[in-house]
């Protein structure tokens, strides 16, 4: 039996691949490349150690799932593909809707008809919305987004909750991810972010390595110890860690559980610039201008949830973050590009 996961050449996705082989799953792998590169897929064969069946499919290429559930014993999915750049969901948003959540219901679709009826799904804390203080806990009333990528993950955690309701045979993890950054330790894989990044973490790197000039802090008057944001960071393979055990869990259990990864802990962007510096004895020069519009002031998880029921807790810290991070920048500078 084999675990199925799509948009597996993406960032969080290809981390996640070499995790669950080291825990001894077999894996099948899907994406369309629409924000990824082979040349991911090769590096997460070669760290991974072990060769897997990839697919390139659309997860809305009902055709195409079909024959993968046909040629292999899928017992669950893990669920990457997506799209996820805000301003552009608010630009294009029916693209969005159209990918994000039309993509879910097709792929729960084929995966109901397969008969394979678990899946762990990438949510994120944006389901939380603007009004819930941080600590976020699980059990907060979510909703309440403020941008249309944000709307898709709230409709598919309501999507796979009214599954679960209807057919108790189904069982889905609900991830809500904070905000991952790092890359794997041997610095072949990472984040490669088409054009100027939108996150802080490749922001940062690209301005340490001069790819650009400077950082430009978004607001330095929130009601924050520093004034700027505060954000839980996690390490992109603790977060992969996390996918190992909600699959164990989604294995052995059904139902909807949302459960939160992140550290618990929320850093600024200051502290996090400084860490930077500080881990790779680099410059990152930066200027503070206005808020960003929709950005909140202090985000961050109370994890508790994941450590009692999936026995996951971070465990990487921010030194590790930004060491990783610039290992991966400094070895690849154009990203998967060369
Ligand atoms: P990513 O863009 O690096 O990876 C997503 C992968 O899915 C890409 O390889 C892309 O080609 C593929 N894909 C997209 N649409 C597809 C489709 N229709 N069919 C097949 N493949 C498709 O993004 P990531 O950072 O690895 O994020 C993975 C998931 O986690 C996404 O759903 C994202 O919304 C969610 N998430 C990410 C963050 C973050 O900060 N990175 C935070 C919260 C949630
Ligand atoms: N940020 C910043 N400059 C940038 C990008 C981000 O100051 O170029 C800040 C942003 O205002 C927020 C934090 O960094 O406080 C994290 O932003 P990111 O976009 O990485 O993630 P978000 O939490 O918005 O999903």
Not at 2 to 27: P, R, V, W
Not at 36 to 65: H, V
Request: charged share 25%; net charge negative; glycine share 10%.
């Amino acid at each position: 039996m084999a675990i199925l996961i799509t948009g597996g050449c993406g960032y969080i996705g290809s981390h996640t691949c070499i995790e669950m082989i080291k825990a001894g799953y077999d894996i099948v792998v899907l994406d369309n490349y629409y924000n990824s590169k082979p040349e991911a897929l090769n590096r997460t064969r070669e760290l991974a150690g072990k060769d897997f069946p990839f697919y390139e499919c659309d997860i809305r290429d009902a055709e195409g799932l079909r024959r993968i559930f046909k040629e292999n014993k899928i017992e669950a999915v893990i669920h990457f593909a997506g799209l996820k750049a805000v301003g552009e969901s608010v630009q294009i948003p029916l693209k969005y809707y159209d990918n994000n959540v039309n993509g879910t219901v097709v792929l729960c679709q084929v995966m109901a008809e397969m008969g394979c009826k678990r899946m762990i799904f990438s949510s994120s804390a944006t389901v939380y919305g603007e009004k819930n203080p941080s600590p976020l806990t699980e059990d907060m009333e979510i909703g309440g987004c403020t941008n249309p990528y944000g709307r898709t993950k709230f409709m598919i955690e309501g999507i796979l909750s009214d599954l679960c309701v209807s057919d108790p045979e189904w069982s889905v993890v609900l991830l809500r991810y904070f905000n991952p950054i790092g890359a794997h330790e041997s610095g072949r894989i990472g984040e490669d972010p088409n054009g100027i990044p939108n996150n802080l973490m490749p922001y940062v790197s690209q301005v340490a390595i001069g790819k650009l000039a400077r950082l430009s802090i978004f607001g330095d008057d929130y009601d924050t110890p520093d004034g700027t944001g505060v954000r839980d960071f996690i390490h992109v393979v603790d977060l992969a860690r996390g996918h190992v055990k909600a699959t164990d869990y989604a294995l052995a259990h059904t139902g909807a559980e949302a459960v939160n990864l992140g550290t618990g802990t929320g850093y600024s962007v200051l502290d996090l610039v400084n860490a930077f510096k500080e881990a790779n004895g680099v410059d990152v020069p930066y200027v503070i201008v206005d808020r960003r519009p929709g950005d909140l002031g202090a985000v961050y998880s109370d994890p508790s949830k994941a450590a009692s029921l999936l026995g996951w807790k971070a465990e990487k810290g921010l030194e590790d973050m930004c060491r990783d991070s610039w290992r991966w920048q400094s070895q690849n500078p154009k990203g998967y590009a060369e």
